[in-house]
């Protein structure tokens, strides 16, 4: 599982790349959701407001 660990707008994943599953939230379910994904083999983006995820 490989992720971008900048923070602020250096935190730039590549868009110009396909991904299989997109989650907006990376609060816990959107967390959960993304590290199941991708501890299943997808490409996964998770797009979070803030530069540090919060909520539920």
Known sequence: MQGHLKRGSENRPP???PYDVV???????????A?????RGHRVLLVEQGDWASGT
Do not use: P, T, W
């Not at 989650?23 to 959701?33: K, T």
């Not at 590290?35 to 501890?39: E, G, N, Q, T, V």
């Open 35 to 39: 590290r199941d994904a991708a501890l």
């Open 15 to 17: 868009l110009n790349e």
């Open 23 to 33: 989650i907006v939230g990376g609060g816990v379910h959107g967390a959960g959701v």
